[in-house]
């Protein structure tokens, strides 16, 4: 079979699809069922059209050489999926700021050190939520030894989230007062975020089905929405490498239909549907 879709432009066979599926999991842990093969077509084709391949064959081909190391990355940009919003499934917000913010207020406020790390931020919502939270909670926080992470596979996303940046118009779930308080215009209807709370977060580039570069701990990590395009076994290697990276008594925060496997249950008690506590 040469094209898998009517009319495509680019030639596109299953062998391709296979490949892709290949690279996704090899470069990300990102396993792509049969039923996304149209899907990997729709984003991918417009990098062939950009770099002026006619096959997916010979695009492939080219991503795996070293000339198309940067391609690669591209690639895998275009194969993840980004959806998020600010303060998506409150009750994690609610709970960071009730059980978790106060305690870590009074390590600051005493001289320690206090980290926090979302770890598939897409394009940022997640983490400045969490860097809100933050600040309703400890709103002298910039001036202690607090900082959140915010990391994510696809450098595009990265640079959208430290930016900082977002329309107006998809700011909703953050309340009046908070946009009044964290946020500036900008121009073409966007808003900011500016002043002290910009000191809160870092934004790197991170694989987490690769090696971490990071030092020490977290008293809390959002992980939330990530782990539903991985397998089982890379999904659980990944929950164990992140208890590892919780201090004694921190929190782990899942997506909505996520659960931590059982066999791990044993260092994170589950305290809510989709929060997990490591034991103190
Ligand atoms: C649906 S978004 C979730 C965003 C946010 N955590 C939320 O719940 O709103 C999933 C994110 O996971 C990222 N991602 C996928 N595979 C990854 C990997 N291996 N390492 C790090 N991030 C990854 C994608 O780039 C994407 O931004």
């Not at 190391?69 to 919003?85: D, F, G, P, Y």
């Not at 939270?133 to 989230?161: C, F, G, H, K, W």
Request: proline share 5%; hydrophobic share 40%.
């Amino acid at each position: 079979m040469k094209s898998v879709m009517p009319g495509a432009e680019a030639e596109y066979t299953d062998n391709d699809f296979q490949r892709v599926r290949g690279i996704a999991f090899e470069e990300a842990g990102i396993s792509l069922p049969v039923s996304k093969k149209t899907l990997v077509y729709s984003r991918l084709s417009r990098r062939l059209r950009e770099l002026g391949y006619h096959s997916f064959h010979a695009y492939l081909d080219f991503v795996k050489t070293p000339a198309g190391q940067a391609e690669m990355e591209k690639l895998i940009c275009a194969l993840t999926t980004n959806v998020t919003s600010f303060f998506r499934e409150k009750k994690h917000f609610e709970h960071l700021e009730a059980e978790v913010l106060p305690h870590l207020a009074c390590t600051a406020r005493s001289g320690g050190r206090v980290r926090l790390w979302s770890a598939a931020c897409s394009t940022g919502q997640e983490p400045w939520s969490m860097a809100m939270s933050v600040m309703s909670v400890i709103p002298d926080a910039p001036s202690y030894d607090i900082r959140l992470l915010a990391t994510d596979i696809n450098s595009e996303v990265v640079e959208q989230a430290a930016s900082g940046t977002y329309p107006a118009s998809e700011t909703d779930g953050i309340s009046a007062e908070n946009r009044k308080k964290y946020m500036e215009p900008c121009g073409d209807g966007k808003l900011r975020f500016a002043g002290p709370i910009c000191k809160l977060p870092a934004f790197r580039v991170l694989n987490l089905n690769a090696d971490w570069p990071i030092k020490g701990t977290f008293s809390a990590i959002f992980c939330r929405n990530v782990v539903i395009y991985f397998d089982d076994e890379t999904r659980e290697k990944l929950w164990r490498r992140l208890a590892d990276r919780l201090e004694p008594g921190g929190f782990l925060y899942v997506g909505h239909s996520e659960r931590v496997a059982t066999t791990i249950q044993c260092r994170l008690e589950q305290v809510a549907p989709t929060i997990y506590r490591k034991d103190s």
